[in-house]
Nanobody, 120 residues
Framework: VQLQAYGGGLGQAGGSLRLSCAAS????????MGWYRQAPGKQRELVAS???????AYADSVKGRFTISKLNADMRIYLQMNDLKPEDTAVYYC???????????????WGQGTQVTVSS
């Protein structure tokens, strides 16, 4: 399974960016998906996740600002990021797992990461 992330780049505080991620190879092997991020000098953080049934979960730091969505037809997920803040600056990783729900944050598949930089 390969996960390819798109989008990201440079945004302004208060603005919006959208990330997308597509699963290829054996996309039917992917059920739960999500987005991690890692900022310099900080621990990796699970930002948002969506399980195969469509249920979602968010880190407290992004609740109300970020929305994760999923298209099961082609195993693609999106992360709509609104009201961006400089502290959202990080490398964002698309993740996936064969399990329908991942409760421990340990996903089997990782994408290559895409940089998001938010200027103040």
């Amino acid at each position: 399974v390969q996960l390819q992330a798109y989008g990201g780049g440079l945004g302004q505080a208060g603005g919006s960016l959208r990330l997308s991620c597509a699963a290829s190879g054996s996309p039917w092997s992917v059920a739960a998906m999500g987005w991690y991020r890692q900022a310099p000098g900080k621990q990796r953080e699970l930002v948002a996740s969506v399980h195969s049934g469509g249920g979602t979960a968010y880190a407290d730091s992004v609740k109300g600002r970020f929305t994760i969505s999923k298209l099961n037809a082609d195993m693609r997920i999106y992360l709509q990021m609104n009201d961006l803040k400089p502290e959202d600056t990080a490398v964002y990783y698309c993740v996936g797992d064969p399990a329908t729900i991942v409760r421990n944050g340990k996903y089997a598949y990782w994408g290559q990461g895409t940089q998001v930089t938010v200027s103040s």
